[in-house]
């Protein structure tokens, strides 16, 4: 059965962040994710997941400087410190919130980079990738990446389902999974529903989104009805993140999934 997960960076944003727990609970979600919880004590966040009966099911590693436009650490040649260290932190959140999974952001590359630089960013992301799979299977935690398209995050390291199959290949670990978004692969790949089937037995986490505009999924060019009917027939148990950004009030664009009876009327 198809579990909705509410995604609190992008939805219930007409509520301050510590509020949106329980805007997802009434709204029927029984799982939630977001980008990053590290502004929030693990108490603080624990306390609100069991409150209002959720499940935390992902999260990301800290990024590195976020303002300053850095988008994850996981390939930046020379961070290697940096990254290790935020491995600690979030799986440390991970423990304390009964979080299954966190994703390694890969990181952007330099505007100018050559194909010497794109070989060491490769190497770094596989090395960096091995070491933090193993030390998250230690403490029994998936670690995902996940491809997101260019127009949205340009220079984004990884960014095409097959360099990710690749990635995977490459490391070797088994709890290292793929993020799964439909969105990114609509936009930079295509051909979802084959994606989905050649690439199943790799995903642990699927999020969602309408293409082109990112807004509620019935809006847009896919037809996700029949992408979670496969999902289903594929025997798919995880969740799948709504990471969208409402046209209005998160509430009142949620229809969409009253009508494909994925949430509560």
């Known amino acids: 059965m198809i ?13 301050d962040f510590l509020d949106r727990f329980a805007a997802a609970a ?4 029984r799982g939630v994710e977001y980008l990053f ?12 997941l069991d409150e209002h009966g959720l499940e935390q099911v992902l999260f990301n590693l800290p990024p590195g400087d976020w303002a300053a436009g850095e988008r994850g650490l996981a390939s930046l ?8 260290d935020s491995l600690v932190e979030a799986l440390r959140y991970a423990e304390a919130l009964g979080c299954p999974r966190v994703h390694a952001m890969a990181g952007l590359l330099p505007a100018d980079a050559d194909a010497t630089t794109q070989a060491a960013h490769h190497a770094t992301y596989i090395d960096n990738l091995r070491f933090a799979a193993r030390e998250a299977a230690k403490v029994g935690r998936e670690l995902l990446i996940e491809p997101i398209n260019t127009r949205d995050m340009p220079g984004f390291f990884l960014s095409r ?6 990635v995977l290949e490459q490391v070797g670990e088994p709890n290292l999974r793929l993020q799964f978004d439909l969105y990114h692969c609509q936009i930079m790949d295509g051909d979802l529903t ?3 089937e050649r690439q199943f037995a790799a995903i642990g986490h699927v999020q969602i989104a309408g293409v082109p505009e ?13 992408l979670f009917e496969r999902l289903e027939a594929l025997g798919y148990t995880g969740w799948i993140g709504c990471e969208y ?11 969409w999934g009253r009508r494909f009876g994925l949430l509560p009327g």
């Open 194 to 196: 084959r994606h989905l």
């Open 214 to 226: 990112r807004h509620e999924p019935d809006v847009g060019e896919v037809h996700y009805p029949a």
């Open 37 to 48: 919880p590290y502004e929030h004590a693990p108490d603080t966040l624990r306390g609100l």
């Open 3 to 15: 579990r909705l997960a509410a995604n609190l960076s992008m939805l219930f944003n007409e509520h």
């Open 77 to 84: 040649p020379g961070r290697e410190g940096e990254f290790r």
């Open 245 to 255: 950004r409402p046209v209005d009030d998160t509430r009142q664009g949620l229809d």
């Open 26 to 29: 009434q709204a029927g979600f």
């Open 161 to 166: 389902q097959a360099q990710a199959m690749a």
